[in-house]
């Protein structure tokens, strides 16, 4: 059994910083694609970044460009740094484990391409 587990989550003020990191337990020779969605209180889950099996593609959701990065150690770890945080980035941070084949922003950003999920740490960000 598979198991997605995030951390790294917490309080900052707007303009700081956090880093997210996701880690799963899988077989060695597995090759997933690693994404990360949030969601907020009242609203649905939304993509946020995402990374192919071989960490060669990347892509972000407009929210995220040029404040948030993502990046993989190997098949199972990965992080999101995350600066200069506004309150919008309020929310539930999950990890996501899905299909070798996705590359492009369409096949990242679709929850429907991911088959393991965390339960996902809490971003608060407030003054």
């Known amino acids: 059994q598979v198991q997605v587990v995030e951390s790294g989550g917490g309080s900052v003020q707007p303009g700081g910083s956090l880093t997210l990191s996701c880690t799963a337990t899988?077989?060695?020779?597995?090759?997933?694609?690693m994404g990360w969605f949030r969601q907020a209180p009242g609203k649905e889950r939304e993509f946020v970044a995402g990374?192919?099996?071989?960490?060669?593609?990347t892509h972000y959701a407009d929210s995220a460009k040029g404040r948030f990065a993502i990046s993989r150690d190997n098949n199972s770890t990965m992080y999101l740094f995350m600066n200069d945080l506004k309150s919008d980035d309020t929310a539930v941070y999950h990890c996501?484990?899905?299909?070798?084949?996705?590359?492009?922003?369409?096949?990242?950003?679709?929850?429907?391409?991911?088959?393991?999920w965390g339960q996902g740490t809490q971003v608060t960000v407030s003054s």
């Open positions: 990374i192919d099996w071989s960490a060669q593609f």
């Open positions: 996501g484990l899905g299909f070798d084949y996705a590359r492009t922003y369409r096949t990242l950003s679709s929850p429907e391409n991911y088959f393991y």
């Open positions: 899988v077989r060695t020779k597995s090759r997933y694609a």
